[in-house]
C-alpha cells in the first residue's frame, strides 16, 4: 500500500523521556500542536502545570498551547497521524500495552535506537508484523543527537529515513529549525541497525577509558567499531550506502566520544571497576546498548558475520567476564 502524509499531518509523541521531550521541542516550534502521550503522573502534571518536564530536561520550556499533554493513549493516537515512537526498545510493550486504537491507517515513525528485547525485532520489523503496517508507514528518525544538546539548540545534523523520499522530506520539514538539519534516506535496515550497534560499541569504548586506555587506543577501537558496523550491515542486508555519512559514523563517533552518552558511561563505571548490576543501578537514564548486546548476538547467529567487539561486550555484560581481561584480548584483533 502506497502511503502519502498529508502536509497537514498532526504528529503525537509516545514517550516522556529525555529524547521525546527533546523531539516534542523541535516539532512544536513550527508552531503547530503536538500530541503527547505521558504516561508518568508526575511529568503529566508538570507539563500541564508548568509547561516543562519535571524527570527529564527540566529547563526545556514548552508552550502550553502548543502541546497536549495526556495519559490517554488511545486518544493521543486517534487524533494523530503521524505517531512518532520514542520510548526505550525494552518499555516499547509496556508503553502501547495500553493501545487498542488500530495504527492501520497512521504513519509510525521510531526516533528508538534499540531492538525489542525478547522478540529480537527491531522496532520497524515489531510494528510491521504487530501492528500489520506495511514499511511504506513506517519511518526512522536518526543521527548524532543527544537530546540535552537538540534541546538547547546547538546545531544538529538529523536524518529522517521511509521506504518513499516525499514521506522522509516531509517528516523532516517537522523536525527542521534553525539548529537541525535534515537529511533524507531510504535506507531504513541500515540506518536502525546502525544505531542500535553504535549503542554496544560506546560501551567498549566506556570499558576503554574507565580501563585506563588512552587516546590513540581509543581511535583505533572506534575505527575497528565502524568497520565491524559496517561489516554487519553489508553482511545481513547489502545495499548502497554510504556508512561513512553522519546517520551511521557520526552517530557511532557522538555515541563514543560525548560525555551525555548513557552508553559510554555504562562501559566506564564498568571499566572503573563496577559490577554490571551496580553499574545498571547507578544509572539514571537507560542505555540501549545493554540490551542490544544480548539481541544483537542472537540476531547474528543467522548472518554469522565476525564481530569481535559486540561479542566482548556481550561477555562482559552477560556472561560475567573481567573487562580488563577481554578487553586485552581483543586489543590483538584490532588492526
Ligand atoms: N537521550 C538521547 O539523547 C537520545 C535517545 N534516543 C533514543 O530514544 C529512546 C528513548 O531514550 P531516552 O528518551 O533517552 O530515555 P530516558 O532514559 O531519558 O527515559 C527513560 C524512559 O523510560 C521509562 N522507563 C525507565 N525504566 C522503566 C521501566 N522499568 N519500565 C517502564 N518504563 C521505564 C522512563 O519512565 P519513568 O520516567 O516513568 O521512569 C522514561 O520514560 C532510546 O531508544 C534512545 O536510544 C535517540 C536519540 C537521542
Ligand atoms: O543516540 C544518542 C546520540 O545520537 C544517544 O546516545 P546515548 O544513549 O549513548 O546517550
Redesign the pocket.
Known sequence: MEYKIGTDARCAVI????????LVKLLTAGGRRVGWYV??GE?LESLRAEGRNS??LDDTEFDRDRIAPSDDLDAVVREAEVVIL??????LK??LEPLRTPLRDKFVVS????IVPGDYQTVVEYIHDRYELSYKQIGLI?GP????E?SRGKLSYLTVACTDPENARLIGSRFATDSVRISCSTDLYGIEYA?ILK?IYAISVGMAVGLGYGDNFLAVLIANCAAEMTRFLDGSYPAQRNTQVSAYLGDLLVTCYST?S?NRRLGLLIGHGCTVRSALNEM???A?GYFAADCIRHINFRHRVEMPIAEMVYDVLYRGASARLRMKELTTKLI
Open positions: 514517550g516522556h523521556g529525555s529524547w521525546a521531550t527533546a504516561r508518568n511529568v524527570r527529564y520514542a520510548a526505550p526498545s525494552a518499555y509496556t508503553f526516533a528508538i535506537k534499540g536518526s543527537s543527544h537530546a540535552e537538540v544505531a549503542n551525555y548513557r539514571t537514564m537507560v540501549e
